[in-house]
Antibody, heavy 123, light 108 residues
Framework: QVTLRESGPALVKPTQTLTLTCTFS??????????VSWIRQPPGKAPEWLAR???????YFTTSLKTRLAVSKDTSKNQVVLTMTNVDPVDTATYYC???????????????WGQGVLVTVSS | EIVLTQSPATLSLSPGERATLSCRAS???????LAWYQQRPGQAPRLLIH???SRATGIPDRFSGSGSGTDFTLTISRVEPEDVGIYYC??????????FGPGTKVDI
């Protein structure tokens, strides 16, 4: 059974660094074709993909936020960590982590999602 | 940058009616890389369709996907009350690597 769960602060002050952790089970990020992405969704808006880390440690970021994002994995703990620097109130959103199993499906989509964590950026 | 546009913005239906949701891309999208998601109120998105036409595991067969090139469609053959939510299309391969459409809200 595949599960993902996000954890992190509910409230962050502007200019601070946000650190979110995705803890997953039911699959391994050492398996070829596996990746975990971070996706956020501001209240009332569509999801926005932020970053992806692959089984071979390749990393990809959305262009508009590339300078503020970092992603890493700890395969021994089954965790993926996202950091976002210099946060602003416009970064207020629910942040999700989600799995892609490219070799399993042959497609790039998100077949399992965490329940999300709402992060509010406010002073 | 590939921009996805969805129509209509809102769809109001009665149980048993057919729902047709459209997703149009600003550039060609590889069929393998077009997906549809359902987001029920207060929940995370759920994968419905991948590769434009393949139902994800556990998705009822009243959901079907079609299309190619720049025009894709999600059809719900007979809507049920539990189908209330927002439906998003998503593409892979452009810039940004993944993008979502603005969504179609389905009311029943």
């Amino acid at each position: 059974q595949v599960t993902l769960r996000e954890s992190g602060p509910a409230l962050v002050k502007p200019t601070q660094t946000l650190t979110l952790t995705c803890t997953f089970s039911g699959f391994s990020l050492t398996t070829d074709g596996m990746s975990v992405s971070w996706i956020r969704q501001p209240p009332g808006k569509a999801p926005e993909w932020l970053a992806r880390i692959d089984w071979d440690d390749e990393k990809y970021f959305t262009t508009s936020l590339k300078t503020r994002l970092a992603v890493s994995k700890d395969t021994s703990k089954n965790q993926v960590v996202l950091t976002m620097t210099n946060v602003d109130p416009v970064d207020t959103a629910t942040y999700y982590c989600a799995r892609t199993d490219y070799y399993g499906s042959g497609t790039y989509d998100f077949d399992y999602w965490g329940q999300g964590v709402l992060v509010t950026v406010s002073s | 940058e590939i921009v996805l546009t969805q129509s209509p913005a809102t769809l109001s239906l009665s149980p048993g009616e057919r729902a047709t949701l459209s997703c149009r891309a600003s550039q060609l999208v590889t069929v393998d890389y077009l997906a549809w998601y359902q987001q029920r109120p207060g929940q995370a998105p759920r994968l419905l369709i991948h590769g434009a036409t393949s139902r994800a595991t556990g998705i009822p067969d009243r959901f079907s996907g079609s299309g190619s090139g720049t025009d894709f469609t999600l059809t719900i053959s007979r809507v049920e009350p539990e189908d209330v939510g927002i439906y998003y299309c998503q593409q892979y391969g452009g810039s940004p690597l993944f993008s979502f459409g603005p969504g179609t809200k389905v009311d029943i």
